[in-house]
């Protein structure tokens, strides 16, 4: 069974700078494309980043230059390492998986199948 677990979440000031982790388990990631998505109260779900099989990245213009999507497949982890954050940054945050279209960098969520619980991250101006 997959299962994917994200943690790293917190409050921080503008400015701050957090790193989330995505531990995956029940399988491997080396074969699965990943991403990160957000959703803010009131808001629907957002993609922020993308990493194909091949390590290949994309991200939304909003985070463009603050984010990094990074995978470690000996640990079986993702994470998106989050520097110079906003308050427009404040969200859940979730962990995505799919083994279909490897090398595809899209960042529609109905195209993932696999997700996390989420993390909050909040951001104070």
């Known amino acids: 069974q997959v299962q994917l677990v994200e943690s790293g979440g917190g409050s921080v000031q503008a400015g701050g700078s957090l790193r989330l982790s995505c531990a995956a388990s029940?399988?491997?990631?080396?074969?699965?494309?990943m991403a990160w998505f957000r959703q803010a109260p009131g808001k629907e779900r957002e993609g922020v980043a993308t990493i194909s099989g091949y390590s290949q990245t994309r991200y939304t213009d909003s985070v463009k230059g603050r984010f990094t999507i990074s995978r470690d497949n000996a640990k079986n982890t993702l994470y998106l390492q989050m520097n110079n954050l906003n308050p427009e940054d404040t969200a859940i945050y979730y962990c995505?998986?799919?083994?279909?279209?490897?090398?595809?960098?899209?960042?529609?969520?109905?195209?993932?199948?696999?997700w996390g619980q989420g993390t909050q991250v909040t951001v104070s101006s």
């Open positions: 029940g399988y491997t990631i080396r074969g699965y494309r």
């Open positions: 995505a998986a799919d083994n279909r279209g490897w090398l595809s960098l899209s960042l529609v969520a109905a195209e993932f199948g696999y």
